[in-house]
């Protein structure tokens, strides 16, 4: 009789622990199907004051969760930016990388070559998601031989700012938003010729060869056959501007932002991010606005020439996430609601990727919050509709690094015209290794 007790309690413990082994095994698997992981870092993505961090993300959750209420999202804190890239490739490598990861512009070429996310065309045609609700320049930063790698969620796109008091008291006619890199050349050289005392200056030192040679139409090959043609007419003239500007303005060392904000400079580029935290409070009251009449003007450019650099901050699947459907919806929430969207745009000082966003009169008086802007969201769409796309090439940030050093440095020493052959060949030879 004990013995028979003994076995039914032996077998009971038994079947008790198989149980117990088995909802502890069922649980987990659970957990794993109910848990979405966001690869995202601290601060600003475009490098500016920023004190709102993880305020879009934790909203975007927020409305997600009250779809997929038993879903739980966890991310890491505390990442910045110069740090990110890193901590993603460890992930990676320890194989526990996140569901759905927020990519930075410079860091989308190596990963997406690399073979790191998912190829989300076929979840668009599943959900009928059009092309062509993004701005083209958006959706292709997160393209890659005709696949579609990530999604665009912010933008940070470049333009012109110019002091119109300056022109004004100079008796020099504004130029038109749409100008060209003559007009630019004439309004600096007019300047320079001014006959009154502490003669203003036309355009600071911002203004780099990359923007002279695109807005005469430059454009980087696609393909590996000598990609980067820097003797090409377009690219000869953007340097040519670049050098007259330089002696135009040889005299006056001082072309710096610093002289802007004194109300001295005609003209400065700035990004959608730089000038909506320079004319919005607190960091307004540190110009001199008395000097300063705000018009934002489109980069000059020849025309149908695409001269506008365009920063996107996007969001990819990870090839290896265990959540790709969720991961996917919780994507089309951040890059596609137009909610979010707005929330995006309102507090990341960014643009919208689409256009539906930008336009909508909701944005205008977000745009007229800060306080010396005069940039419509007319103005902003023409400005997102002359972006201009990077090649995708893998190693395309490096050698576009080296190209911007060596050819500063030619253009300090006056040697750019004997340089500009071998600096072409290097970047080349760089670039298709």
């Known amino acids: 009789m004990k013995l028979q007790i003994k076995k039914t309690i032996f077998y009971l413990s038994i079947s008790l622990l198989l149980l117990g082994t088995g909802i502890g095994f069922s649980y987990h698997i659970w957990k794993i199907n109910h848990t979405l992981t966001i690869g995202i870092y601290t601060g600003s993505m475009w490098n500016m ?42 992930k990676i490598v320890q194989g526990n990388s996140p569901d759905l990861m927020i990519v930075p ?21 599943r959900d009928k998601i059009s092309d062509k609700i993004f701005y083209p320049v958006a959706l292709k930063a997160g393209e890659l031989n005709n696949e579609q790698y990530a999604l665009p969620f912010q933008t940070n796109p470049q333009f012109m700012v110019m002091n119109k008091k300056v022109l004004l008291r100079n008796n020099i006619k504004i130029p038109s938003f749409n100008w060209t890199p003559s007009d630019l050349k004439r309004i600096c050289l007019s300047l320079s010729n001014s006959k009154k005392k502490n003669s203003d200056l036309g355009i600071t030192s911002n203004y780099t060869w990359s923007n002279a040679i695109l807005g005469y139409n430059f454009k980087f090959n696609q393909n590996k056959d000598n990609p980067i043609q820097l003797t090409s007419p377009s690219a000869i003239k953007g340097f040519n501007l670049i050098e007259s500007l330089k002696a135009i303005e040889q005299t006056n060392k001082n072309n710096s932002r610093q002289a802007f904000d004194k109300g001295k400079v005609a003209f400065t580029p700035m990004t959608l991010a730089q000038y909506r935290t320079y004319t919005s409070y607190p960091y307004y009251v540190t110009t001199n606005n008395k000097n300063i009449t705000w018009n934002c003007l489109k980069m000059p450019q020849i025309f149908q020439a695409k001269a506008t650099h365009v920063d996107v901050a996007m969001f990819a699947i ?3 996430a265990h959540n790709p459907n969720l991961a996917w919806k919780l994507l089309k929430m951040l890059c596609i609601n137009k909610k979010i969207q707005q929330k995006a745009m309102t507090v990341n000082k960014g643009c919208s990727a ?8 909701k944005m205008q008086r977000v745009l ?9 969201t007319t103005k902003l769409d023409k400005i997102m509709r002359n972006g201009w796309s990077t090649p995708k090439f893998k190693n395309f940030n490096d050698v576009y690094s080296y190209l911007d050093y060596a050819i500063n440095k030619a253009l300090a020493n006056d040697q750019l015209d004997k340089q500009i052959f071998y600096i072409q060949q290097q970047a080349n030879e760089e670039l298709i290794n």
């Open 368 to 376: 007229n919050n800060d306080k010396q802007s005069n940039l419509t």
């Open 49 to 90: 004051p920023d004190n709102h961090q993880y305020q879009v993300i934790d909203y975007a959750i927020k409305e997600f969760k009250k779809i997929h209420p038993d879903i739980q999202i966890n991310y890491e804190n505390g990442i910045s930016k110069a740090d990110y890239r890193n901590w993603l490739s460890e």
């Open 354 to 361: 689409l256009p539906s966003v930008v336009l909508n009169p």
């Open 318 to 320: 990870a090839k290896q």
């Open 105 to 125: 512009d410079d860091s989308f070429n190596l990963l997406a070559n690399n073979g790191e996310f998912k190829d989300l065309a076929g979840y668009m045609n």
